[in-house]
């Protein structure tokens, strides 16, 4: 495993991370805690969740319940990973007493509760989920930064915010970004080299398409996320998908080391942040970081799919 500094100011991450968001939802706590164990025997460092994960899924989780498994799943291993965490999506209606969800009694309210669920006494990077599109962002960036004063969080990050917005207040973005959709290429990326912002890619195998188990003419894996999600399969998707599918192959390659591999070497990404569900899924995440391609193999990539495009 590889490690680099998120942004110009953040901590050292692995360059996979591992995503929470089916701790709770589609995993439950043996399923969590085996996968969180896999990734530390990978050498991933970097674990990210949200106050809202576990409150979806077949297993009834309610929301919160993706930070409790985790923090249960790193306990003896707490000051071995860096501890990410969001705020900022609606959690329930008695939070909403605290107020808009980017002002102060509402963040000192939110980061208590992700400790006590957690587990522990501080998060090493913890996010603004959203805009509240109330909060003037001066306001909610200050009460980050008193939080930080107190040492209840490492750093500040931020998610879903427009590029206009990014400041040398936070270390990390995060974004919908794959080989299938650069469009974070067009004016967040530039932001984040400006800016000194690192960048957490989310949905880095575009939902499973750039994972190699969707092909065209045959239905989604029963239980997998596009057996259920729809516009994800088309016909232009599946074109760029058999295009690396055969880059891939011309370089002894699999479709997943492209797909992160790929995107670990585009300029601002700090860490690929990879869901998981089994033990081997996080152990093949991991492995293809391993992948370094050279200028031409990233020429070769833009010509699949051009910088800034949108597929799906």
Known sequence: MRYRTL?????????????????????????????????????????????????????????????????????????????????????SREADLYGPRGARGYIRHAVEASLRRLGTDRVDLYQYHEPDGVTPLDETVAALRELVDEGKIGHIGCSNLPAEDLSEAFVSTQARYHLLDRGAENDLIPACLSAGVGLLPYYPLANGLLSGKYRRGEQPPPGSRLSWRQGWLTDAALDRVEALTSYATERGLTLLQVAVGGLAALPAVGSVICGAMTPEQVTANAAAADWLPDAADLAALDAIVTPGERIV
Do not use: C, Q, W
């Open 7 to 91: 942004g110009e100011r953040g901590p050292a991450v692995s360059v996979v991370g591992v995503g929470g968001n089916n701790f709770g939802s589609r995993l439950d706590e043996e399923g969590t805690k085996a996968v969180v164990h896999a990734a530390i025997d990978a050498g991933i460092t970097l674990f990210d969740t949200a106050d809202t994960y576990g409150g979806f899924g077949d297993r009834g989780g309610v929301r919160g319940d993706g930070e409790r498994l985790l923090g249960a799943a790193l306990k003896g291993h707490r000051d071995e990973v860096v501890l990410a965490t969001k705020f900022g999506m609606e959690m």
